[in-house]
Each structure stands twice: as C-alpha cells, then as structure tokens.
C-alpha cells in the first residue's frame, strides 16, 4: 500500500532562513512525487513534481526537491524564507495502478516570523 | 483559460438530506479525481473517472457516496443521507491523460456542513 509521511506538524522558521520540509513515501513501484502548497482560503496549487530523470527537481516560487529512492524520501527545500511562504504544505505520491490519483500526507503548516 | 471549477462553493445542509457537489472540469481533461480534505483525516482520494468510468471507487467511504461522470466532462458527487461526520471541503481536481503530463489541477473546492 502506498503512503505518505510528513513528520513535521508545524515548522516555524525565520524570515530569510533557510527552509526544509520531510517527505517519506512507501510505494511499490516507480512514485511519482508531489509537492502542493495551500495557503489560507485558497486551493491547492503545485510546487514541483518528480516523474523520473534528474532527482533534483525545481519549483516555482524558488522550491526545489530531491528524489532519494535509498531514502525513500522527497523532501522540499528553499535557501531563503519570504514572509508569503507561510501556508500549509503537502507531500503527495501517485502511481499508473492507481490512475495516478494521489496519496497525500497529513501536511506541514509552515509559520514565517519576522 | 478557465480552471477547474465547483459549485456550489458552500453547501449547508440539515443531518439526513441529500446534497449533489458539481464539478468542471478543465475543457480537454480526460482524468478527473475527487478528494475530501477534513480536519481529522487530512487529504483523501475518494473516486477518479478516466473519461466516463471509474475504474477505482475504493475510496468512497460509504454506499451513501455516489459519482458520475457525463460526455466526459462535468462530474456531479452525490452524498445521500448526510451525517456530521460528511462535513469536510470536497476537492475536484482535473489532469490530461497524456503520458508526458500527470499533474492534476484543482478546483477551490465545496465547503460541505452537515448540521
């Protein structure tokens, strides 16, 4: 069975600073990896996605993600925090047995302070 | 051009009433997905449609959740007999089937309240 697991409920970080956010995923075949971010009130919107090629993805905003198969990880990554990256972040893995419909984890609120 | 789109955009509605949530989705997408997303469960898959038919409806929580799909467009999820525990934001999301493209664009999603 397929699964998502983001450890991290809640991450506060400062303005500026540098951010990342866990993602571990179980899937039996190839994952095909996502990161969406919602902000308050709003929709989902994708940040970066990992299909195959090189692990190390990038995304709009200034988001990237690397592709760990050893790890089973996909965690998301940016140098420097803007006060707008506050918002709720989510891991997704889908796959071609599943119609591609996605597994999501539980997400990481990301709070940004002065 | 024009996202995926649901309506109504909230929905209250008494315990034991039937309620219908409608999506569009983006003109040409073959692959259409509804999910709910609640505060205790998070995000979950509920049914996708690949033009008409739905291949997969494990995830529909009861024999009270139903969907269709129509010319390959709109969909419409039908929750009868509603219970408190229904209340939760029903996310439509839409994606083309072409194997160089898997990403699915969502709708803003119908606020669903069961008093």
């Known amino acids: 069975a397929q699964s998502v697991t983001q450890p991290d409920i809640h991450i506060t970080v400062s303005e500026g600073a540098s951010l990342e956010l866990r993602c571990n995923y179980s899937?039996?075949?190839?994952?095909?990896l996502f990161w969406y971010v919602q902000s308050p009130g709003q929709g989902l919107q994708l940040l970066l996605k990992?299909?195959?090629?090189?692990?190390l993805v990038q995304g709009i905003k200034g988001f990237e993600a690397e592709f760990k198969r050893s790890q089973s990880s996909f965690n998301l990554r940016k140098p420097s925090v803007h006060w707008s990256d506050a918002a709720e972040y989510f891991c997704?893995?889908?796959?071609?047995?599943?119609?591609?419909?996605?597994?999501f984890g539980k997400g990481t609120s990301l709070l940004v302070t002065p | 051009g024009a996202g995926v789109s649901q309506s109504p955009s909230n929905k209250v509605t008494e315990k034991g009433k039937d309620v219908e949530l409608r999506c569009d989705p983006i003109?040409?997408?073959?692959?259409l997905y509804w999910y709910r997303q609640s505060l205790g469960q998070g995000l979950e898959f509920l049914i996708y449609?690949?033009?008409?038919?739905?291949?997969?409806k494990s995830g529909l929580p009861s024999d009270r959740f139903s969907a269709e799909r129509t010319g390959g467009s709109v969909s419409t999820l039908t929750i009868q007999r509603t219970q408190q525990e229904d209340s939760a934001v029903y996310l439509c999301?839409?994606?083309?089937?072409?194997?160089?493209?898997?990403?699915?664009?969502f709708g803003p999603g119908t606020r669903l309240t069961v008093l």
């Open positions: 003109s040409g997408h073959t692959a």
């Open positions: 449609f690949q033009g008409n038919s739905a291949p997969d």
């Open positions: 990992y299909f195959s090629g090189d692990t």
């Open positions: 999301a839409s994606s083309s089937s072409g194997t160089s493209n898997y990403e699915q664009f």
């Open positions: 997704a893995v889908g796959g071609k047995g599943t119609g591609y419909a996605l597994n």
């Open positions: 899937y039996g075949a190839t994952p095909y």
